[in-house]
């Protein structure tokens, strides 16, 4: 795609985000990396869940929304070269790439970031790739006990690890982290979530990725703290919201926290996952596309181009 006009900056490991963004330096990214995810929305409506099928629906959407988006984000086993094979990705958009694995590892239930899984750079770009995003579950406050192994840093250090190699193959770097419940824990009140999700925030901007994807903290005051305690830019993902309070979220990311846009993609397309043929393409290109143009518009004047976002 076009790169922004804003220039890459100066601070900071890595290249920036010229190759994803928007030309005002902002972000509108479809996400369409689900793997599992999708294998599971498509049972409960009761719809194939073959290689094919999904292979199809990647293609259907991103066919439908990259001419609306800056970047589309896919899996590296179905989606891209899915995408490739059907010439489906808008030359006006970019591909983005998730280096995670399919499947990731556990320590008696929590989720463990597994060292040497992530899909290196280099092969990112082998497959067109504009960008890597690697996605990974922290719960900052998990206590280290004796014994047992240190998920916290295990995270991080796959994180740096990734960033790194990113900055050496001159790949922009984007990493996504969501909580998780910890064994036995009853559900996160709203405040304790903002403050986990603040924290997750601070922890994963040292390793300084280009771009950071976080969960909604769930107000403007919890925006504004992780506004505080980033130096790299942030992009607000949807987790399966709906679309009304979604476009609140981005709002309020933009407005209150300086978020430079969005990474989302079942708040777009989740209904169509029960669709086939014709129906689907046509609430694709009708319903999903006219959200992504909402999203977009909302974001004019309030997204912060992410060169500005990035301090030393």
């Known amino acids: 795609m076009t790169p922004s006009t804003d220039g890459r ?7 920036g985000l010229s190759p994803i963004a928007r030309a005002d330096g902002t972000l509108s990214i479809v996400a369409m990396d689900q793997r599992n995810t999708l294998r599971r929305m498509l049972t409960a409506a009761g719809r194939p869940t073959t290689a094919e ?47 995670e694995p399919a499947d990731r590892d556990e320590w008696h239930g929590e989720p463990r970031s597994r060292p040497g899984a992530t899909l290196k750079a280099a092969a990112v770009r082998s497959m067109g790739g504009d960008a890597a995003k690697l996605l990974v579950y922290l719960r900052p406050d998990r206590p280290h006990r004796p014994g047992e192994p240190d998920l916290v840093e295990e995270v991080l250090a796959v994180v740096r690890a990734m960033v790194e190699d990113c900055a050496r193959e001159g790949l922009p770097s984007v990493v996504e982290t969501l909580l998780y419940a910890l064994p036995g824990e009853a559900p996160l009140d709203p405040a304790r979530r903002a403050e986990l999700v603040v924290e997750s925030a601070r922890l994963l901007d040292e390793a300084r990725p280009d771009l950071l994807k976080l969960e909604y903290p769930g107000s403007a005051s919890a925006c504004r703290a992780v506004a505080g305690a980033l130096r790299v830019p942030w992009a607000v993902l949807s987790a399966g919201m709906d679309f009304e309070p979604f476009l609140e979220a981005l709002r309020v990311a933009c407005d209150e926290g300086g978020a430079s846009g969005f990474i989302a993609g079942r708040v777009y397309w989740k209904e169509a996952v029960a669709l086939a043929g014709a129906a689907r393409t046509s609430f694709l290109v009708t319903t999903a596309r006219r959200r992504l143009e909402q999203s977009v518009a909302l974001m004019e004047g309030r997204a912060r181009p992410w060169a500005s976002a990035r301090r030393p």
């Open 9 to 15: 900056g100066a601070e900071g490991a890595g290249p």
């Open 53 to 99: 099928e999904l292979r199809g629906f990647k293609v259907d959407v991103t066919a439908a929304l990259s001419p609306a988006a800056s970047a589309v984000l896919l899996d590296p086993e179905l989606g891209v070269p899915a995408v490739a094979e059907a010439g489906a990705l808008e030359q006006s958009s970019s591909l983005l790439v998730a280096a």
